[in-house]
């Protein structure tokens, strides 16, 4: 089965602190892709990253970083020097391959709460 | 380009009762999706649609009706509305059926009382 679990439900930080989401997907696919979005307090689904599976390089954009290990199935997701403005539900995803094409499946979400 | 675009906002339907979520794209994508988001559910797969003339169903399909009768637009139809229902919709769009990021609608919160 294709699964992806975000065993944090919620997180709080003080702004500034350095926070770890975690991700853990189960897949049987040996090419896949992994997804972060985040969803702020106005609703949307902002993409972050794709990652697929033969590219174990961590990444890292500004304040964000990713870190894939397919040794232990896992894509974290760390913000370094958290803002308020990085207040938000963030979902991991993993593609899942079925006849026609590929569709997301999605962790249940983190909410992450920056207090200044 | 707009992206993907949906309507309404915000509805209240009484039980029974059947409407049309619209979603439409202007970046000729090929794979449109629906998602349901419920609390503490994450999202979860309704339909999809490979192109047009050509639909699916996902995880949760049962109660929604889907077509795709041009590239741009895929709505989603609930025939007899259930209090179960209740729930965000999202659309999503993507430039092929492979894995590349889908692009997200703002969303429809549909309230059924």
């Known amino acids: 089965a294709q699964k992806v679990t975000q065993a944090q439900t919620e997180i709080s930080v003080v702004e500034k602190e350095d926070v770890t989401l975690d991700c853990v997907y189960e897949?049987?696919?040996?090419?896949?892709?992994l997804f972060w979005y985040k969803q702020p307090p106005s609703g949307e689904l902002v993409f972050l990253i794709r990652?697929?599976?033969?590219?174990?390089q961590n990444e890292i954009s500004g304040r964000y970083s990713w870190n894939f290990q397919k040794s232990t199935s896992s894509f974290n997701f760390t913000i370094t020097a958290s803002q308020v403005v990085d207040s938000a539900v963030y979902f991991c995803?993993?593609?899942?391959?079925?006849?026609?094409?590929?569709?997301?499946?999605f962790g249940k979400g983190t909410t992450l709460s920056v207090s200044s | 380009n707009a992206g993907v675009t949906q309507t309404p906002k915000f509805q209240v339907l009484k039980t029974g009762q059947s409407m049309t979520l619209q979603c439409a794209q202007d970046?000729?994508?090929?794979?449109m999706s629906w998602y349901r988001q419920d609390p503490g559910m994450g999202l979860r797969l309704i339909h999809y649609?490979?192109?047009?003339?050509?639909?699916d169903q996902g995880e949760v399909p049962n109660g929604y009706n889907v077509s795709r009768s041009t590239t741009e637009d895929f709505p989603l139809r609930l025939l007899s509305a259930a209090p179960s229902q209740t729930s965000v919709y999202f659309c999503?769009?993507?430039?092929?059926?492979?894995?590349?990021?889908?692009?997200f609608g703002p969303g429809t919160r549909l309230t059924v009382t």
């Open positions: 999503a769009s993507s430039y092929s059926t492979e894995a590349r990021e889908q692009y």
């Open positions: 897949t049987r696919d040996t090419t896949y892709y």
């Open positions: 990652r697929n599976s033969f590219d174990e």
């Open positions: 995803a993993l593609s899942a391959t079925n006849q026609a094409g590929t569709a997301l499946i």
């Open positions: 970046m000729n994508h090929e794979y």
């Open positions: 649609s490979v192109g047009a003339g050509i639909t």
